[in-house]
């Protein structure tokens, strides 16, 4: 099994709905990393759950990218 990565920027993230409920880490124009799932994509920004169940919200302009793993089979 392998793994790969899928970075989306922060021009993708608003066209996507593809990581909603993904496991993501998301990196703020601070360079902090955040860790969780996403609950939502929308126009201003992305909510994010963390694993203490935090919720916390990302206006766009904040995020400089954000990123998941994949598992291949190969």
Do not use: C
């Not at 993501?24 to 169940?53: C, F, M, P, Y």
Request: aromatic fraction near 6%; glycine fraction near 6%; avoid cysteine.
């Amino acid at each position: 099994m392998g793994k790969r990565q899928v970075v989306y920027n922060a021009g993708q993230i608003r066209e996507t709905n593809d990581l909603v409920d993904q496991e993501v880490n998301l990196i703020t124009t601070e360079d902090r990393v955040w860790h969780g799932r996403i609950e939502s994509v929308d126009q201003s920004g992305v909510v994010l759950r963390d694993a203490r169940k935090g919720k916390h919200r990302f206006p766009l302009e904040q995020i400089e990218r954000i990123y998941r793993d994949i598992v291949t089979d190969y």
